[in-house]
């Protein structure tokens, strides 16, 4: 009997088994394992229905160096492409797969229905809701910069997306953290899960806020992170939201209110739009190190489907 384990949402985690995957991200980055073997035999599906440079890229690579063979599905490769439902494209795909990393236009949902079953091991690589393993890499890139997740306080400037809420549920896990999310108007975060990743947060003595004004910044942080503001896929209905956005870019002006924080971004960027050149492409920006940490933290990741 197969006992596949799946990550789809970071409510479905506790914080020890969060930990768990972002430390053996961390040993995975500073090449203390040795590759080859964890997944030798396993075939993983990777199943992208939208553009990916990095999540894609990392999870492939990470199956492959972890000695699985991959099958890679474009959005015009499966049968999905002329209607089939997502269900039985999952059922039968469970029925010859060992592993499914996907990404896909639809809602969190679909991939939900289906975590009954443990045959084939199911990773959440973005939904419309959440975006799981971004977080899981951005944390392993947090505790490799400062040692720890405990205490951490961050402000994210901009849309509150699918990586906005999985931040939010990884980091409400952790005791003495703060983070501050300032979003435009009718930009926020998802309300239900905003709620639910305060209601965590308190339990832990931490503190999730989010704002919709540039006034109400705190003085302090540790980390500026913010997101391009198309997100992939999505389209806006308003055709004045750049107007909205302007002020939530982060620019130099910013960051001399916080000289000892670092900037992160989940990537693509946009220089000039979300976060100006001399930000990300300066001394405080860790950017490249996080890309980096995404291919670490999807092997972590797929280990931890397996075990
Ligand atoms: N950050 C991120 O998910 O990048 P990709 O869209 O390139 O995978």
Redesign the pocket.
Known sequence: MKNRKHILSLKDLSKQETLDIVNRGIEYAKGSVSLGTQLSGKVIGIYFTK??????TSFSTAALRLGANIISYGPNDLQTNTGENLEDTLQVLSQMLDGLVVRTSGSQQALNNFKGQRRMALVN??TKEE?PT?ALADLTTIKMQYGELSGINMIYMGEGNN?AIALALALAKFPKVSVHFCTPPNYGLNKELLEYAKTEALKNNSMITEVHNTNLLPSNTDIVYTTRWQT?GTSKPDKDWRQKFEPFAVTERLMTSYPKATFMH???AHRGEEVEAAVIDGDSSIVFDQAEN?SHSAKAVLEWCFI
């Not at 553009?51 to 894609?56: C, D, V």
């Open positions: 553009t990916s440079t990095r999540t894609r690589a973005m975006h971004q990586t992939t989940d990537l693509p995404k």
